[in-house]
């Protein structure tokens, strides 16, 4: 059971960062505890950069019951908002775990550094959640964290290009406008910039216009 335990925590840590899938992992986190623990089933909910809502997954009845505490409360949006899971009691989430037929319930906190990524709930571990558990939920923040990184450096990435790009076309606009209308480049830009402001519009998308042949700016203009 420890090379089992080691063997998926180097998988969890080793995802691909490209095409990263948190359904997926979420999914696969869930199914690696309820086996590992072990635990009669586990569910996991993750809140994650990229994703509008937090994604939820399970084994057996726990998915349902993950959602259950989301809407009405529990242990597991506890987690969510403080990294703690105590506090409580939540009555009809108690009722609800009898109905299902589990008779206890850990929930773990995904977090790393004091920020929480989610929660691992483990229906029926028979008090086996500090160990095996806490490995998995550790070792999940621990990726999540990185793709977080990850995910962030690509926008910071875009918005630069975005920003380079703009500044390309910009260049180019101010060029052809001080050849067209034999001026200054500076002159040139005072003037597209004067146009942009008084026309609501982007000076990127202005100049944008101009070296795609859609020229708006007149020589009175400058």
Not at 5 to 25: N, Y
Not at 126 to 142: K, P, T, V
Request: hydrophobic content about 45%.
């Amino acid at each position: 059971m420890r090379t089992e335990l080691i063997d998926a925590l180097l998988e969890l840590l080793a995802r691909e960062s490209e095409d990263f899938d948190v359904h997926r992992f979420a999914q696969d986190l869930a199914e690696r505890a309820a086996v590992l623990v072990p635990a009669r089933d586990a569910g996991v909910v993750l809140s994650f950069p990229a994703e509008p809502k937090e994604m939820v997954a399970g084994t057996g009845a726990a998915e349902a019951l993950v959602r259950f505490q989301l809407e009405h409360g529990g242990p597991v949006r506890e987690c969510l908002h403080s990294g703690s899971s105590g506090g409580g009691p939540w009555p009809r989430f108690s009722a609800a775990c009898a109905e299902a037929g589990y008779s206890s319930v850990e929930t773990l906190p995904i977090q790393v550094d004091g920020e929480v990524f989610g929660a691992l709930c483990l229906f029926d571990a028979g008090g086996n959640a500090h160990g095996a558990g806490l490995r998995l939920a550790h070792a999940a923040a621990l990726r999540l964290a990185h793709q977080r990184d990850l995910h962030q450096l690509g926008v910071r990435l875009r918005h630069l290009q975005t920003a380079l790009d703009s500044r390309i076309v910009i260049e180019q606009a101010k060029g052809m406008l001080a050849e067209r209308h034999k001026i200054g480049v500076d002159t040139a830009f005072e003037g597209l910039r004067r146009y942009a402001r008084d026309h609501n519009q982007r000076v990127a998308d202005l100049a944008r216009a101009i070296v795609d042949g859609r020229d708006p700016v007149r020589p009175n203009d400058f």
